[in-house]
């Protein structure tokens, strides 16, 4: 089962620490993305990334962090800047060019729970 | 700044009996629709998008620009349709799409 893989699949974290989410696809997609899905509010774009190298703020970009050194790999880094970081993250990629009406394929989600 | 709405947080039908899953969108350009859908323990994944005009599954969905709405149907309601319902909108600047606006969802349970 290639596609998109996600790891871990949950993630505890001491409130202060920082921690990355690893996000990997071998779909050869240019574009990828990271959402945040909490109860009840659906997901929400905290970065996306259109080629490598580059990567732009979603709508809830602060207290986050994210590099695309490689095609293939999108990490994210929930700081301790983040005031509410337990949630479900998910990332997602798609075709290349990321054109608009392209489908996103998505990862199987990281669960963070911040204690 | 756009927007998706889905006004039902819950919608629980018989099985047989029609669906159908509102959502309406807020966008000045023209809109690019997807509906999501995410089976219990299973990823997300595409159901449909407007532009293919297909039908999936049995579901079809109709951009209407008048009304601003993308509605979700299926004439005859399985159990196995029962899932998490995203409608999301594609987001644009520049020459490429930056990601989706989702809704928050609709869980549709379909009763036997």
């Known amino acids: 089962d290639g596609g998109i893989t996600q790891s871990p699949k949950y993630l505890f974290r001491k409130e202060g620490q920082n921690v990355t989410l690893s996000c990997e696809q071998n779909?050869?997609?240019?574009?990828m993305y990271w959402y945040r899905q909490d109860p009840g509010q659906g997901l929400r774009l905290i970065y996306y990334s259109q080629i490598v190298n580059d990567f732009q703020k979603g709508d809830i970009a602060e207290g986050y962090s994210v590099s695309r050194e490689k095609k293939e790999s999108f990490p994210l880094t929930v700081t301790s800047a983040q005031k509410n970081p337990t949630a479900f993250y998910l990332c997602?990629?798609?075709?290349?060019?990321?054109?608009?009406?392209?489908?996103?394929?998505f990862g199987p989600g990281t669960r963070l729970t911040v204690l | 700044a756009q927007r998706v709405t889905q006004p039902e947080k819950l919608l629980s039908v018989f099985k047989g009996a029609p669906v159908e899953l509102k959502c309406n969108y807020s966008?000045?350009?023209?809109?690019?629709l997807f509906w999501y859908v995410q089976y219990s323990r299973q990823r997300l994944q595409l159901l449909l998008r407007?532009?293919s005009r297909e039908s999936i599954k049995g579901f079809t969905a109709d951009l209407n620009k008048g009304e601003t709405s993308f509605h979700l149907k299926k004439p005859f309601a399985q159990e196995e349709d029962s899932a998490m319902y995203y409608c999301a909108l594609a987001r644009y600047s520049g020459g490429g799409a930056d990601g989706l606006t989702f809704g928050k969802g609709t869980h549709l349970i379909i009763q036997p």
């Open positions: 966008y000045s350009g023209s809109p690019e």
């Open positions: 779909l050869n997609h240019d574009a």
């Open positions: 997602a990629s798609s075709a290349p060019g990321g054109g608009g009406g392209n489908e996103q394929f």
């Open positions: 407007h532009i």
